[in-house]
């Protein structure tokens, strides 16, 4: 059973959705609290974000910083384009590995569904090269960790 | 990882992913998959080349034919990335769960 799809859309999206058993309201804020954020969005098992800077509004800035507390780690910036509270987050990321990727233009939208909220993520890249690249090279949050386990298998 | 990255690039062509889609019906020569494109032989045998240096599809020799099919376990590498990061994802999601079960008891978010 998977709750989640993720699918490449054209040449240059990436579509992510998930359903969850809470309001949109408390989806959003879970994306929006640095304290929320710090609970869940760790990647693979180990890791943590010690640092998690968030300015949800319009013009504001976010930095999450992850560590596997062995040495490893990396981190993401990025500017809040659009933020419509509880309905719909736009902002643009990059990932530093340490060289900064292109610009990732990210549209998050939270609709309820039933008594639940599905989401909605579509990842915009610049072009086809950059979103192959983001696939092969780890793309969301703590992809770089599942990347090496990877490259250890293949 | 240079596999991946040279598998995702080469993905990253409509006309290779419509060869690629072709060529999941069963093996075909250049001719066959050059006719459902309208575009040189010379053209579309460059993607079958950039496909077959991702490890994408496999070339066997059958006279003067030269007929291509998947490869599979090229196939399957990127199959399982893709899955490893849908797992990754899922994790976070699944954690995502708990915290908002946690925050749910709280005040709920004002109805529509």
């Known amino acids: ?23 949109p309201e408390a989806v ?6 640095p304290k929320l954020l710090q609970k869940w969005l760790l990647g693979p098992e180990g890791w943590s974000m010690p640092v998690c800077i968030n300015d949800a509004k319009p013009g504001g800035k976010f930095r999450y910083e992850w560590t596997n507390g062995k040495g490893a780690g990396f981190h ?40 639940g909220t599905l989401m909605t993520i579509r990842m915009t890249l610049p072009d086809e090269k950059t979103r192959a690249t983001m696939l092969a090279s780890g793309m969301e949050h703590g992809m770089e960790a599942s990347y090496v386990r990877l490259e250890a298998m293949i | 990882m240079e596999g991946l990255d040279t598998k995702f690039a080469a993905l990253a062509d409509p006309t290779r992913r419509a060869i690629l889609a072709r060529l999941s019906l069963g093996e075909a020569t250049v001719n066959e998959l050059a006719s459902p494109f309208e ?23 059958e006279g003067t034919k030269r007929p291509r099919r998947l490869a599979k376990e090229g196939i399957e590498a990127m199959d399982q990335w893709l899955g490893m990061l849908h797992t990754a994802l899922e994790k976070n999601y699944d954690r995502l769960d708990s915290v908002l079960a946690g925050t749910n008891t709280q005040k709920k978010g004002k109805k529509r």
């Open chain 2, 39 to 61: 575009m040189s032989q010379p053209a579309i045998s460059q993607h079958l080349k950039v496909l077959e240096e991702a490890g994408l599809i496999i070339c066997r020799v």
């Open chain 1, 76 to 115: 993401i910036t990025g500017e809040y384009l659009e933020v419509n509270p509880f309905s719909r987050i736009v902002h643009v990321e990059r990932m530093f590995l340490p060289e900064p990727t292109p610009d990732n233009h990210v549209e998050t939208t939270f609709e309820r569904d039933g008594e």
């Open chain 1, 1 to 23: 059973m998977s709750k989640m799809t993720l699918k490449t859309e054209g040449d240059t999206h990436v579509i992510v959705t998930r359903r969850f058993a809470a309001t």
């Open chain 1, 28 to 33: 959003y804020r879970a994306h929006t609290d």
